[in-house]
């Protein structure tokens, strides 16, 4: 039998998980689609068994190699900011990290395309999301800032780490009617979110607030250069 949920986090019940999805209502998330994926799926299981009781909490988390979990409510801004753009059906994803927004990406009915510059992080998000046998997932590992051209054109493209604003973006790897989200550091402490619809030549920002991510890197770490957790 498939064994989903690991023996120390059995205590970890759905209320917890209804608790997280109320707390985002009143954070301002009315789309119930999002909402109601967040609500689906255990949280939990993409930190470590030590953190796993802090997986609901609205914080981000570390996931081993200097790199976070995304905040609650951010997986969750950004996920309802793409879906109000429209049908959403080929997206790629920049920095799979624990995979967990790559599973509600998934779940949302989408084809997910994500990259991941670490071997080790690609390697467990493959592992569980595996495990979870949830369809339409694609993973590579690289570096996410050439995009997936051969995947390409993809309705949406969206970074999880903070793009600097010299980065060429991907709009060539999108549809004409697509879109990229991304955070931009812009050399700044403070990021921003941006929203960029693309209609083929031009793409016209839209800027949704503040946010906060761990940087996009060149290159790749391999699993014998490992640090941290
Ligand atoms: N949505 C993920 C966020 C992970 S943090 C989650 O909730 O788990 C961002 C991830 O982007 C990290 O795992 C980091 O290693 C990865 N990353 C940073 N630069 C990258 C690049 N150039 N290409 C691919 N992945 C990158």
Not at 20 to 38: Q, T
Not at 110 to 117: A, D, L, N
Request: net charge neutral; proline share 7%.
């Amino acid at each position: 039998m498939l064994r989903l949920v690991k023996p120390e986090v059995g205590m970890i019940s759905p209320r917890t998980r209804e608790r997280m999805v109320a707390s985002l209502r009143a954070a301002g998330i009315d789309d119930d689609r999002v909402l109601a994926a967040m609500l689906a799926l255990p949280r939990h299981l993409f930190v470590a068994e030590a953190l796993a009781s802090r997986a609901y909490e609205p914080v981000s988390l570390p996931i081993g190699w200097g790199q976070t979990i995304s905040q609650p409510l951010m997986v969750a801004r950004m996920l309802a900011a793409l879906l109000a753009t429209g049908p959403v059906q080929r997206v790629l994803e920049i920095g799979t990290g624990s995979g967990y927004q790559t599973a509600l990406l998934a779940n949302l009915g989408m084809e997910v395309f994500s990259i991941e510059r670490v071997e080790g992080l690609h390697r467990a998000a493959a592992e569980l999301l595996q495990r979870l046998a949830i369809p339409r997932i694609h993973l590579r590992l690289g570096d996410g800032s050439q995009g997936w051209a051969d995947a390409a054109p993809f309705d949406a493209v969206v970074f999880t780490a903070a793009v600097p604003c010299a980065l060429p973006p991907l709009f060539h790897q999108l549809r004409p009617g697509g879109c990229l989200l991304s955070p931009e550091a812009d050399g700044r402490e403070e990021q921003r979110l941006k929203l960029y619809r693309w209609d083929g030549q031009q793409a016209q920002e839209e800027d949704l607030g503040e946010c906060r991510f761990v940087p996009l890197l060149p290159g790749t770490v391999s699993q014998k250069d490992r640090i941290g957790v």
